[in-house]
């Protein structure tokens, strides 16, 4: 029988080791459709974890992602996983208000935002947010002083790591405990302010358990 993985971390590169040169995504591009392997997967998400690790991005900390569907959701949540730390997601249409409470109350340090609007959102709210060390934008610019860093920052900061430490990603991965905080889903708000729910890196997402048997998640604050 196959042990149950430790996180969605060690699920996601147990899936690459089996397959890695079947197709994982497919996305639109340049008018088309495009895909990538779980191998090649893998190079982009440990240069994302990595990148994450070099900002400061520590166990269980969280991360924010402000951004509609896209593959570069997809790798910033499995780096933030492999990183060890906890996804918070925001919905992209969300106030900015709306974006510096869930900040605020996840306590995340680092969130990826799509673009320069969703940037000024967070922008508007930065004295408020004293945690949030980064700001990760996909398509946009890098700010003077260092708090908003492009995506193609990070990456580069992801590889120059790994060419000094090529052990560190699987490392990380290793390290990450069942018990780990893996995610922070927050509800919309429609019936009063956002509240968040905790998932476990296993038993949260990846465990096998039949429905029913597993420990329900747990909100984050009563009420």
């Not at 890695?20 to 998400?45: K, M, N, Q």
């Not at 605020?104 to 799509?114: H, K, L, P």
């Not at 908003?148 to 560190?168: F, H, I, K, M, S």
């Not at 990603?169 to 919309?188: G, K, Q």
């Amino acid at each position: 029988m196959t042990p149950e993985p430790r996180s969605v971390a060690a699920l996601f590169l147990s899936r690459v080791k089996e397959s890695p040169a079947d197709e994982a995504y497919l996305f639109p591009a340049h008018g088309g459709w495009s895909s990538i392997t779980w191998a090649e997967a893998r190079i982009d998400v440990r240069a994302v974890a990595l990148g994450l690790g070099a900002l400061g991005l520590g166990p269980q900390e969280r991360c924010a992602i402000l951004c509609s569907t896209r593959l570069e959701w997809v790798i910033a949540d499995l780096a933030v996983l492999c990183a060890g730390g906890a996804t918070t997601t925001i919905y992209p249409s969300s106030t900015a208000e709306e974006c510096a409470h869930v900040l605020a109350d996840s306590g995340a340090r680092i969130c990826f935002a799509e673009d320069d609007v969703q940037v000024a959102k967070l922008a508007a709210h930065r004295a408020a947010l004293p945690a949030l060390a980064h700001v990760v934008v996909l398509e946009g610019r890098r700010s003077a002083d260092g708090w908003v860093v492009t995506w193609a920052d990070l990456v580069a900061r992801g590889r120059a790591v790994q060419a000094t430490r090529p052990g560190l990603f699987e490392e990380r991965v290793e390290a990450i405990a069942p018990t780990d905080l893996a995610t922070l889903i927050y509800t919309s708000g429609t019936t009063g302010r956002s509240k968040g729910v905790e998932l476990t890196a296993r038993r949260g997402w990846s465990s096998p358990t039949p429905a029913g048997s597993r420990s329900p998640p747990r909100s984050r604050r009563p009420g």
